[in-house]
């Protein structure tokens, strides 16, 4: 499978923006769902956001309407994740990974960028 590398995180106010990039090297199949993962300080990884390969998106209830998961349709190598209204509770490192059939995530990950919500 082709690695993927995310970027776009950073330090950000209370109520502030972030669009976080997950990007392939090569094409990242449409027929696969995407997911967006958090791994908060102290706690084990969550999928806050998933892509689904029709075109749907489901969301964990901590980001839903606030968060926006989507897809590079022409170049076919980029998931992003906007982040709006963001809080100190979602300081954590998000990391983007492939959905297998069986709703698990694929078992490799990349490196993650970490987002820093604080005044």
């Known amino acids: 499978q082709v690695p993927l590398v995310e970027s776009g995180g950073g330090l950000v106010q209370p109520g502030g923006s972030l669009e976080l990039s997950c990007a392939a090297s090569?094409?990242?199949?449409?027929?696969?769902?995407m997911g967006w993962y958090r791994r908060a300080p102290g706690k084990q990884r969550e999928l806050d956001a998933v892509l689904g390969s029709d075109g749907s998106n489901m969301y964990a209830d901590s980001v839903k309407g606030r968060f926006t998961i989507s897809r590079d349709d022409v170049a076919k190598n980029t998931v992003y994740l906007q982040m709006h209204s963001l809080n100190p509770e979602d300081k954590a490192v998000y990391y983007c990974n492939r959905i297998l059939v069986s709703g698990s995530p694929y078992p490799s990950w990349g490196q993650g960028t970490q987002v820093t919500v604080s005044s």
């Open positions: 090569g094409s990242i199949s449409s027929f696969m769902n």
